[in-house]
C-alpha cells in the first residue's frame, strides 16, 4: 500500500525521485494536460450553474481522483513516488525546506516574479509553461506577499471540528465543512493557501506550480481527518439536487467515477500521521 | 498612513475583503482624488503594499468603466442578455472584462464578489477592482485568448 508522507520527512532521495518524476511527466508532454483540465474546470464551475471541481461538495472527490491520476502518472515512470503533503500549518515560512533548491525551488525574484532557483527554475530548461493565463512562460510565485500568513492548526482545527460535511446551496456561500474548508467561508484555508504562494499558484492554471498538488494533497489528508473525526457524517447531498454532484453521480471529465467512489482513501493508498 | 493596517491576515476571505474594503471605503470618504490616485498608485511592486489598496476608490459592482491603469486600457461592460450564469457565452459572468482589448475571464460569486482567472482564489469586490489587480500581477505582459 502507498504511503503518502509528509514532505518535511521526505530523504534526499525521495525528494529526488519525486522531481524527476514530475520533470519526467512534463518532457514527455503529459503534465499540461493537468494544467488545462484544471482551469477549464475552475472558470465553468460557477455558484448558480453546474459546477463539478470547486464551489460545490465534489470539490474534496473531485480532487482526491484529480491527484490520483497524477500520482498514478508519477509511478509509471518511477512506481516508488507517492505524492508527499505540506503541511502548512507546521512549515508556514518563505524558507522552509520545501522551498529549498533540492525540492520546489524558493520564492519568486523581486523584479517579476520568476522563481529563479530549484529544479522548475525556467532557466534550468525543463519548466517552460505552455498553459498559462499570459504571455510570461516561466513559473512565478509571490511567497507571503498578497495575504501574509498561512493557516494556523488552531484554525484548521476549527474547521475539522464542523459537523456537516456541505450545507445548501451547495456553493461559495455554504456553511459547514467543504466551503470552511475550500475556503470561500470563514478562516480560509484551501484558498489562503494558493493566495500566499501567489504567481501562478493564485491563477487557474495553479497546477503550473507543482506546489499544487503538494498543497492539495494536504487539504485530502484533512478530508480524511474530518472522516476520521465524524464517523456519523458523510459527503452531502444524496440526491436530486440541480447543477450539484450528488453522492452516487458521476463527476466529469472521467464519467465513470462518484464522490461514493472516492469516500475511503485507503483503498488507494495511506496518510503517515494523523493531522 | 499604512496601507495594509487594515487588511486582515486572512484578507482573500469574503467576510475579510467586505470588511477592509468598507473600512477603507470610509477612511477615504471625502478625502478627494489627491488620495484616491495615491492608493492607486501604492500597490506596485511585488513586496509592497497589498493590491487590495486600489479596492478604495472604486465604485459600485455594476458601474462598468473605461479606463487606462498603470499604462493599460481596462474596460469593463455588462454584456446584453448576458444572465446566463451557466457554462458557454461569455463564461457566466453576464460581464466582461478587457485588458487592452483582450479577454479577462471574470466571474461573480454568490456573495456578489469577483475574481478573475488571475486571481482565482481571491475574491475582489468590483469588477475594476478585479482588473486592476490583475494588471498589477501582469507587470506588463500580455494576457492570451480565451481557449
Request: hydrophobic share 35%; with cysteine.
Amino acid at each position: 500500500m502507498a504511503v503518502r508522507k509528509n514532505q518535511a520527512t521526505l530523504t534526499a532521495k525521495e525528494k529526488r525521485d519525486f522531481v524527476d518524476a514530475v520533470l519526467e511527466l512534463k518532457r514527455l508532454g503529459r503534465y499540461d494536460s493537468y494544467v488545462s483540465t484544471h482551469n477549464t474546470f475552475i472558470i465553468s464551475d460557477s455558484d448558480n450553474g453546474e459546477r463539478v471541481g470547486h464551489r460545490s461538495p465534489s470539490f474534496l472527490p473531485w480532487h482526491r481522483r484529480f491527484l490520483l491520476q497524477f500520482e498514478q502518472d508519477l509511478q509509471s515512470i518511477n512506481p516508488a513516488v507517492t505524492l508527499p503533503y505540506w503541511d502548512w500549518t507546521a512549515d508556514r515560512t518563505t524558507t522552509s525546506s520545501i522551498w529549498g533548491p533540492d525540492f520546489l525551488g524558493g520564492n519568486g525574484r523581486s523584479s517579476d516574479g520568476q522563481v529563479t532557483t530549484g529544479p522548475f527554475a525556467y532557466s534550468g530548461g525543463k519548466w517552460t509553461l505552455a498553459v498559462r493565463p499570459d504571455s510570461r512562460n516561466y513559473l512565478r510565485r509571490s511567497l507571503g506577499s498578497a495575504v501574509a500568513a498561512l493557516p494556523t492548526k488552531a484554525e484548521a482545527e476549527s474547521v475539522l471540528a464542523m459537523s456537516t460535511y456541505d450545507m445548501a446551496p451547495w456553493n461559495s456561500s455554504s456553511d459547514g465543512f467543504r466551503n470552511h474548508l475550500e475556503g470561500w467561508r470563514g478562516v480560509n484555508l484551501h484558498n489562503r493557501v494558493h493566495v500566499w504562494i501567489g504567481g501562478h499558484m493564485a491563477t487557474g492554471m495553479s497546477p503550473n506550480d507543482p506546489a499544487f498538488w503538494l498543497h492539495h494533497c494536504f487539504i485530502d489528508k484533512l478530508w480524511a481527518e474530518w472522516q476520521t473525526r465524524h464517523r456519523d457524517q458523510s459527503y452531502l447531498p444524496t440526491g436530486n439536487t440541480a447543477n450539484v454532484v450528488d453522492l452516487n453521480e458521476t463527476m466529469k471529465p472521467w464519467n465513470n467515477v462518484s464522490p461514493a467512489d472516492m469516500l475511503d482513501h485507503t483503498k488507494f493508498y495511506t496518510y503517515d500521521t494523523g493531522f | 498612513m499604512s496601507e495594509n493596517s487594515v487588511i486582515p491576515s486572512n484578507g482573500s476571505s469574503p467576510e475579510g475583503r467586505h470588511s477592509s474594503d468598507l473600512t477603507r471605503r470610509r477612511m477615504l470618504q471625502g478625502a478627494g482624488v489627491a488620495l484616491a490616485a495615491a492608493a492607486g498608485t501604492a500597490v506596485i511592486g511585488f513586496t509592497g503594499p497589498s493590491r487590495q489598496s486600489a479596492v478604495a476608490a472604486d465604485p459600485g459592482a455594476g458601474d462598468e468603466f473605461d479606463e487606462v491603469y498603470q499604462g493599460r486600457r481596462l474596460q469593463g461592460r455588462r454584456l446584453d442578455g448576458g444572465h446566463d450564469s451557466g457554462h458557454g457565452g461569455h463564461h457566466g459572468s453576464g460581464y466582461q472584462v478587457l485588458i487592452d482589448g483582450e479577454e479577462l475571464h471574470v466571474m461573480q460569486n454568490a456573495d456578489g464578489t469577483w475574481i478573475s482567472v488571475v486571481n482565482h482564489y481571491q475574491t475582489h469586490a468590483t469588477p475594476r477592482s478585479l482588473a486592476r489587480a490583475a494588471v498589477i500581477d501582469l507587470q506588463g505582459a500580455e494576457l492570451l485568448p480565451l481557449s
